[in-house]
């Protein structure tokens, strides 16, 4: 029987003060998925490998949901077998659980020879993300699907707008050795925000988006403050301030928080001095009693990408 299989990358949501509507692809870590028919008319998670704490539970499983809202939304009763290869950590801030949904519904579509459309797809990735942490939102489905960075200005009706990719920056991901559901992380947000911090905070995500589509990363950086997400977030994670300051003393231009966290994204207009920002970032965790691994990449402009042909 046909497989398909599927790359679908990591991503970091929010771009610092984007919180729930911008989010982009990264080059590294990413999961694979494998989606063939099965004759059991019941569909299955025949294999996980690269996590633990996964449940292989259909019912349990964000993945297998969303797949059987596909399944739902056009109509059959096929079974399906889904193996995951999941490279992005789970609870990291990562997109974990959008790469895994994103990647077995690009390959349901294909599979049944593109029934939905990207906007449709991402939809579904949406209730799993719900399913998952309580909260719609697309800042990770939707730049995983399409790549690059996207913009999410209304959820309801969805639109979803990719904006140019600045061709200079370069990440540095340092993610602590602990899981933080995004679930929790949401727990700690503030209902309500005065006027004056919402001003400053709209101003920032209006010039953070002007500065995408000037390409001027200059003045990016000018804007890449966050007044109502990290603060409420920062207690969550030992040593964040230690560790954003080791950042932007070892010559990052910005870091805070990617997603819910725990893992901390730092960004450079000089890839090449990634390594010592990693080094900085790396010994700060130490200094909180954490370990932590760093990824080094960059922005990804491919989103799923289908890696069986
Ligand atoms: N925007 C979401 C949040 C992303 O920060 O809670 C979760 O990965």
């Known amino acids: 029987m046909k497989t398909i299989r599927i ?40 294999e996980i490998t690269g996590s633990d704490s996964l449940s292989s539970n259909a019912n349990e499983n964000c993945a297998a949901y969303v797949l059987q809202l596909f399944c739902q939304k056009i109509n059959t009763r096929q079974g399906l077998d889904i193996r995951l290869h999941k490279g992005v950590p789970i609870g990291s801030g990562l997109g974990s659980s959008a790469a895994g949904s994103m990647g077995v519904l690009y390959a349901a579509n294909i599979l049944f020879d593109s029934p939905l459309t990207d906007m449709e797809l991402v939809s579904l ?49 340092a993610l602590p050795d602990f899981e933080l559901p995004t679930k929790e992380a949401r727990k700690v947000l503030p209902e309500t925000i005065a006027l004056k911090t919402a001003v400053k905070q709209w101003g920032n995500v209006a010039g953070l988006v002007a500065s995408l ?3 001027d990363t200059e003045q990016l950086a000018m804007f890449l403050r966050d007044h109502i997400i990290e603060p409420a977030r920062a207690a969550l994670i030992p040593g964040f301030y230690q560790v954003q300051r080791a950042a932007l003393e070892a010559g990052a231009f910005s870091c805070s928080i990617s997603g819910g966290g725990p893992s901390l994204v730092a960004m450079t207009r000089h890839p090449s001095a990634s390594g010592e920002i990693a080094d900085a970032m790396k010994n700060a965790f130490t200094g909180a009693g954490l370990s932590c691994r760093c990824y080094v990449t960059r922005i990804s402009k491919k989103g799923c990408e289908r890696v069986d042909t």
């Not at 984007?18 to 590294?28: H, L, M, P, Q, W």
């Open 125 to 173: 990735a949406m209730q799993g993300e719900a399913f998952i942490s309580g909260a719609l939102h697309a800042d990770n489905v939707a730049p995983c699907l399409l790549g690059g960075i996207t913009l999410i200005p209304v959820q309801d009706p969805l639109q979803i707008i990719s904006c140019p990719v600045p061709p200079d920056l370069g990440f540095v991901i």
């Open 7 to 46: 790359k679908a990358p990591a991503t970091s949501a929010n771009f610092v003060c984007g919180f729930d509507i911008i989010g982009f692809a990264v080059e590294s870590p990413g999961d694979e998925v494998e989606l063939r028919f099965n004759a059991a008319k019941t569909i299955r998670i025949t």
């Open 213 to 215: 589509f000037r390409k």
